[in-house]
Nanobody, 117 residues
């Protein structure tokens, strides 16, 4: 069984930085695509950033130039470095991992990020 556990969220002032981590567990699990999503109260869950096995990345328009997604395959951990944080970045951040064969998607429990002075 695959489990994703996020960590690294918290309270930060505007302009500050945080690094989120997502650790994957489960025997022989290897994701084809991993990503970060976020959901603010009353809003839909939106893509923040994704990274596939070829190293290609995709970022939401609102975070381009400020956030960086990366992955350590040896540690089976996905990261999201968030710089120049804004109050509108406040949300619960979720980690997602997808496999193509068979097609499956796994979610973490989420970690709260609050940007406020």
């Amino acid at each position: 069984q695959v489990q994703l556990v996020e960590s690294g969220g918290g309270l930060v002032q505007p302009g500050g930085s945080l690094r989120l981590s997502c650790a994957a567990s489960g025997s022989s699990f290897s994701a084809n695509l991993m990503g970060w999503y976020r959901q603010a109260p009353g809003k839909q869950r939106d893509l923040v950033a994704s990274l596939n096995n070829f190293g290609s990345t995709n970022y939401g328009d609102s975070v381009k130039g400020r956030f960086t997604i990366s992955r350590n395959n040896a540690k089976r951990t996905l990261y999201l470095q968030m710089n120049s944080l804004k109050p509108e970045d406040t949300a619960v951040y979720y980690c997602d991992a997808q496999t193509y064969t068979p097609p499956s998607s796994y979610w973490g429990q989420g970690t709260q990020v609050t940007v406020s002075s």
